[in-house]
């Protein structure tokens, strides 16, 4: 007999199926032996009766929570008194005649019927595994592949093609401290882990693709707060030929179709999305991540606008010069003449662009730089010597000095998306796999020393003690 989803057995009165899962809860009443058994799709009701079979109950006397079973037998109505309006499969119960235990289980350390917000986040990340099985974690993974997949398949139907581009890689300025990876064959260099593919899509606009995005995981070695994680993943576009407002508009539809699609509870307050300067925000609201719901108690208002008109340059501790966003932006067109002639810094604003959804920023972008000698400009602003600017800078500007056409884009924070969406406190509880407060993945037990022979591989002397379990 093939399998049956648990979700499929609600229309399934009379007939006899063979189900597999999970013992949720599991009820001695005297004779009659309860279980809830779930499997992906959802919760069911087993009763196994000795009446109906020896053998079952006897097997179902072993049977604890987490167990993993397999079981046959006929989908009856429940007894009135027992219906379960709350599940879809409120009205069935499965009368058991076969049960065989597929695996078993030990005491689970933490409750799963939960929501789980009530449990140290100790035990749930060194469980992650079984914290997952939790309803409310389920279905904000399964949320988050369905936004992904409908953002891919939308930006494929536009003529996008999802290219990926190299994790070890060299530093690209996001405003971060880069991760390091030493190079075994090439003693004492690095790779950088990308702070995000932001050179990489740029090179493919001069590589003539013309359309990029990619769900692109990016790392940024900083203190990790709540909305924030040492790897966290980007929707990341790159377009050619195009303006601000070919960018802004792909975006806004994008994020509309999303909403309406597949969170039709969801209410957008306003569209167009409001735009507002800057200046404008800081000086009405204080922040440039606006929270602009009229109704902050509503859990399905989505407030998203436009942030425009940043300035490009800030001073640093030391009163030099450093880009707000991104280096590889270009200025306003208005303002290209005071950069190439590095004159009123301040007053020099970005074509940059940030969309803010109930409070956070959840994207951000901008048009490029397609003129080497501006992007060298904004490196000398920032009293960068030729010299650095060629190491660091020389196969951008080389690049953009072939043809490079003008181009522009933008990268979302999708694990935020994804939280507010889901209406989550922070983007741990949206990823799969996500890192402590503390950057430490307590599963894997990770970071961990490395053992001697990999370092001097490595060509690398640490001065800690940790010793390797090795
Ligand atoms: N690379 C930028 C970022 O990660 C996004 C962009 O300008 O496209 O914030």
Known sequence: MNRTLIIDTAGLEGQTVLLKGWVAVRRDHGKLIFFDLRDRSGLLQLVV??????????????????????????????????????????????????????????????????????????????????????????????????????????????????????????????????????????????????????????????????????????????DTRGDRQPEFTQLDIEMSFVEREDVIELNEKLLIDIVTKLYPEKKIQETPFPRLSYKEAMEKYGTDRLDLRMDKNDPNLLAFCWVIDFPFFEKTEDGGWTFTHNPFSAPKPEHMKDLMEKKNIGEILTTQYDVALNGFEIGGGSIRNHNPEALKAVFQIMGFEDERIQANFGHMLEALGFGAPPHGGIAWGLDRFVTIINNEPNIREVIAFPKTGDGRDLMMDSPSPAAPKQLKELHIKTETTKESKE
């Open 49 to 222: 009766n000795p009446k109906v079979s020896a053998e079952a109950h006897a097997a179902a006397q072993e049977v604890r929570n987490e167990f993993v079973i397999e079981v046959e037998g006929k989908i009856n109505p429940r007894m009135e008194n027992q219906i379960n309006e709350s599940l879809p499969t409120g009205k069935v119960e499965l009368e058991v005649t076969d049960l065989k235990i597929l695996n078993k289980s030990e005491p689970i350390p933490m409750a799963l019927d939960t929501d789980g917000y009530e449990i140290g986040e100790d035990v749930r990340m060194k469980y992650r595994y079984l914290d997952l099985r939790r309803d409310r974690l389920k279905k904000n993974i399964l949320s988050r592949h369905r936004i992904i997949k409908h953002i891919r398949d939308y930006l494929d139907a536009e003529g996008f093609a999802e290219i990926e581009t190299p994790i070890l890689t060299k530093s690209t300025p996001e405003g971060a401290r880069d991760y390091l990876v030493p190079s075994r064959l090439q003693p004492g260099t690095f790779y950088a882990l990308p702070q995000s593919p932001q050179q990489y899509k740029q090179l493919l606009m001069v590589a003539g693709l013309e359309k990029y995005f990619q769900i692109a995981r990016c790392f940024r070695d900083e």
